[in-house]
């Protein structure tokens, strides 16, 4: 081989290899190309090679064996191997033949996730790459559940090098399976293009034993339980085709019957009804207490001769309240009225039993029980009564006709493998959860005051709690905990923000339902994180306490329910626009300059450094130079997007509040 064509280069402690000639690892220099290679890796002790394939274009079958071959001998020697601007196809197949290379019966997914993460260290393309490898995964045959460890392992591993390096208290967001690998047959072979081909067969026994784990953790038949992609699907099936299935007129006309839902349902549930409104159905809207709960009364109270269809969620996605399903669940057998649930929340944290519970429709999604995202079930009773339901789409009549097309069986195992793994756990775990929530939310308010937990206080599930902050905006607070995933009950996206509807629908203030944070623990969430988590929330409210003037007045005993707000007090803005800003000024009286500018503010962090930034501008400027303080240059300034242009309007109003109290108090 030529030297000519392989350039060999040290960077620090790593060895660049390069090749030079395009057609390099054809089949006559391979072998020659992968002895150098492997010479270089012999002369080192623990070797960090980076090959650079910039200049190839093509990687044959035997090329691809080399590298895998490269691989294992720097991995014996505990190095590392690093590819670089290599094609996403054949990089994919290396990282999954290598996944496969590093597979164990007696290894967990962990273990190997732990060697995959030091496999690669570019974010960006794991992310490109991820699209493409889990095609694969769905469209390769499965056997017992080895390959689908595959899709899972590469989920895993984005999980454990993205998400868990956060101490994230958002778990209501989509997470993966914790899968141990079972079977090591995973049966890989490479053609000539380097293509990954992934074949083996999944018999129907082992298709159907998915369907018996999903129906365990609920109570029901295996018969009963219809594959979906998620809990939106179940939700739509469910709904629409019950409300359709048991109409009391045709398409087309009024009055075809009555359904019962609640306000603060997921938009999942409200938006189906909201079409079968469209559609000549009568909904009713359930409003919770402030307790949020939905309870056999309140049902039993909106039922009417037609009502045809009840949908109540299990537990509240934003609260984790606990409504009365099973006593609802009776109230509608005893009326001859089908009963659906949203469990997405319940499923896996909570014992379940559809029979004994009463339920007819259930809902639920794999990525809320640690399975993976894009699969979900519904589960349809088949008697006592028998639950019939119009198919929304037409097709190949897959899942008994009420779910045609194509089903993810790779999505579907790892569904009933989480399933039977929470089911194993699942006592544990809520006692585990209970003592970190507790704990959280004493931390809270020992520390701080004018905090609210929202919802019922016993009647709510382990994992979540929802905790408003008085006079703190959200985004701010987001903004100040960004080590901390959360989500808030806000965004301020622009000037009339709207808070969360479901907080809305408990009766809560706009001022505390902007300033709300949902927390939520699950599997991988430890002491120290809730600790860590506490501790930063309570340091954050702090530092924007000291910057609210809300807080202020409130420390004065001032009823800010009362104030009119408006130019020319010093204030400007309102709580419920979701922004209040105050400016005070220091002004030399023989100069008329202002010598200092100081800044109180209650918003959002665009509205917080348009206050620093108009004080900042202010001083040394004389009072009619700081009139001269236009929006548009704080605009510019700080490249305010347009949703924030109002806190730019507003910062320009504070000045000239500011100014305008300044001259009252002189003329005084």
């Known amino acids: 081989m030529s030297e000519s064509r392989l350039r060999i280069s040290k960077i620090d402690e790593v060895t660049q290899v390069e090749f030079i000639d395009r057609n390099i690892l054809d089949e006559a220099n391979i072998q020659a190309i992968s002895d150098e290679i492997s010479g270089l890796i012999d002369t080192t002790s623990t070797p960090q090679i980076l090959i650079n394939f910039a200049n190839v274009d093509h990687l044959s079958s035997a090329a691809l064996g080399a590298l895998i071959t490269i691989n294992n001998k720097t991995n014996e020697k505990d190095g590392t191997l690093r590819l670089a601007n290599i094609d996403p196809q054949i990089y994919e197949v290396f990282v999954i033949t290598r996944l496969n290379k590093l597979f164990n019966i007696h ?23 991820i699209d493409r490898i889990l095609k694969l995964a769905v469209d390769a045959g499965l056997k017992d559940a080895a390959l689908f460890a595959v899709r899972l392992a590469i989920e895993e591993a984005i999980t454990n090098a993205f998400v868990h390096g956060h101490e994230g208290l958002d778990t209501n967001l989509p997470v993966t399976v914790e899968f141990k690998v079972s079977d090591g047959d995973l049966q890989i072979a490479i053609e000539d293009q380097g293509v990954m081909l992934m074949k083996a ?105 037609d009502t045809i269809l009840v949908t109540i969620m299990w537990a509240n996605n934003e609260l984790g309240t606990i409504n009365e399903i099973p006593e609802i669940g009776e109230l509608c057998h005893s009326k001859g009225v089908v009963f659906h649930t949203d469990a997405t929340q319940w499923v896996g944290k909570m014992p379940t039993n559809v029979k004994t519970d009463n339920i007819d429709l259930l809902s639920l999604s794999g990525h809320k029980i640690y399975g993976p995202k894009g699969v979900g079930a519904l589960y349809v009773r088949r008697r006592k009564p028998r639950i019939r339901l119009t198919a ?94 959360v989500s808030s009950g806000s965004a301020c996206t622009s000037a009339s923000l709207e808070p969360s509807y479901v907080l809305k629908a408990l009766g809560i203030g706009d001022d505390l339902a902007h300033s709300s944070l949902r927390l939520s623990f699950g599997r991988w969430t430890t002491k120290e994180q809730v600790e860590f988590a506490g501790n930063k929330i309570i340091e954050a409210v702090k530092k924007l306490r000291d910057l609210s003037p809300l807080y202020d007045m409130h420390n004065e005993g001032i009823d800010i329910s009362k104030i009119e707000w408006e130019i020319g007090v010093g204030l400007v803005g309102a709580p419920e626009c979701g922004d209040v800003m105050q400016l005070q000024i220091k002004v030399n009286d023989d100069t008329g300059i202002i010598e200092d500018a100081k800044f109180k503010c209650f918003g959002c962090g665009s509205a917080i450094a348009s206050s620093s930034l108009a004080t900042e501008w202010l001083r040394g400027k004389t009072l009619d130079e700081g009139l001269d303080i236009k929006n548009t240059e704080i605009v510019e300034e700080l490249s305010l997007p347009p949703v924030k242009i109002h806190c730019s309007v507003l910062a320009e109003d504070a000045i000239k509040a500011a100014i305008s109290d300044y001259k009252h108090k002189q003329e005084a």
Do not use: W
Request: hydrophobic share 35%; charged share 25%; with cysteine.
């Open 392 to 485: 929304l789409q037409e097709g190949g009549g897959q899942e008994r006709g009420f779910r045609s097309g194509t089903l993810n069986v790779t999505g579907i195992v790892g569904l009933g493998k989480a399933c039977e793994l929470c089911a194993q756990s699942m006592d544990d775990e809520r006692e585990r959860l209970l003592e970190f929530r507790n704990m959280l939310e004493s931390m809270i308010e020992k520390e701080l005051d004018v905090v609210q937990v929202n919802g019922h206080r016993d009647k709510r599930l382990a994992n979540i709690t929802n905790i408003s902050f008085g006079f703190v905006e959200g985004e701010s607070l987001m903004m100040a905990i960004k080590e901390i995933a």
């Open 201 to 305: 067969y999944m018999t129907e026994v082992a298709f159907n034993s998915q369907g018996n784990r999903v129906a365990d953790i609920i109570g029901a038949d295996s018969k009963e339980v219809i594959f979906t992609s998620g809990s939106t699907e179940s939700n739509n099936i469910a709904i629409k085709g019950a409300a359709n299935m048991y109409a009391k007129k045709p398409a087309g006309e009024t009055g075809r019957g009555h359904i019962i839902s609640a306000i603060h349902e997921h938009k999942a549930v409200l938006d189906p009804c909201k079409r079968l409104e469209k559609e000549g159905f009568d909904v009713t809207y359930l409003e919770p207490g402030p307790d949020g709960l939905i309870t056999r009364d309140m049902v039993e109270g909106a039922l009417r001769d």
């Open 107 to 129: 290894e967990t997914l962990n273990d190997a996730m732990t060697q995959f993460n030091a496999l690669v260290n570019d974010r960006d393309q794991i992310n490109e790459l």
